[in-house]
């Protein structure tokens, strides 16, 4: 089976970027996507095909993929970014904990 | 507006099945398959299989082979998912999701999601 790794948690200060990467072999040959889930609710869609956001997402959320890694970026974070985010390119990584400073 | 609406909490007993019901709203449910994630308390996503409701095929988890059923009943745009054989491993929230091969052109990337579906696996 295919392994996606994320780091377990990242931590950003308030209004700086935040990077969360992806890796896997060749993820740049393949389309990943992007969740972020908030405790107790559903995950929500951020970024399709590596580089799309779906409608309503904010314009902070961009990724990118290349290589063997995949990244999502997020520009001036904000509080409310504050949450677990998984990549995904039919199965999951394990998620990383993003903590807003 | 789109929504999966999931049926409620579960608690079993080990050994016992269960049956998560998830209704479709707002688009034509045949379009799009849908997917079956779970979580376990404190873990990550775990994807469980698809179903494709307009014909019926399915595609399962290799781990889940034989433990696990999903149905659908296009009468009332509602698809299933039945987990045999309960072991307290299988304490989790269940989510359905739809596929977003239609609404954003990508294959794989879930778009909608149920509320979720907390099942307990407890003697």
């Known amino acids: 089976s295919y392994d996606l790794t994320q780091p377990l948690s990242v931590s950003v200060a308030l209004g700086q970027t935040a990077r969360i990467t992806c890796g896997g072999d060749n993820i740049g040959s393949k389309n990943v996507h992007w969740y972020q889930q908030k405790p107790g609710q559903a995950p929500v869609l951020v970024i399709y095909?590596?580089?799309n956001r779906p409608s309503g997402i904010p314009e902070r959320f961009s990724g990118s993929n290349s290589g063997n890694t995949a990244t999502l970026t997020i520009s001036g974070a904000q509080a409310g970014d504050e949450a677990d985010y998984y990549c995904q390119m039919g199965v999951f990584g394990g998620g990383t904990k993003l903590t807003v400073l | 507006q789109v929504h999966l609406v999931q049926s409620g909490a579960e608690v079993k007993k080990p050994g016992a099945s269960v049956k998560v019901s998830c209704k479709a709203s707002?688009?034509?449910?045949?379009?799009?398959?849908i997917h079956w994630v779970r979580q376990a308390p404190g873990q990550g996503l775990e994807w469980m299989g698809w179903?494709?409701?307009?014909?019926?095929?399915?595609n399962y988890a290799e781990r889940f082979q034989g433990r696990v059923t999903m149905a659908r009943d296009t009468s009332i745009s509602t698809a299933y998912m039945e987990l045999t054989r309960l072991t307290s491993d299988d304490t989790a929230v269940y989510y359905c999701?739809?596929?977003?091969?239609?609404?954003?052109?990508?294959?794989?990337?879930?778009?909608?999601w149920g509320q979720g579906t907390m099942v307990i696996v407890s003697s």
């Open positions: 707002g688009y034509t449910f045949t379009d799009d398959y």
């Open positions: 095909e590596d580089t």
């Open positions: 999701a739809r596929d977003g091969a239609h609404s954003v052109g990508a294959v794989w990337a879930f778009d909608i």
């Open positions: 179903i494709n409701p307009k014909n019926d095929g399915t």
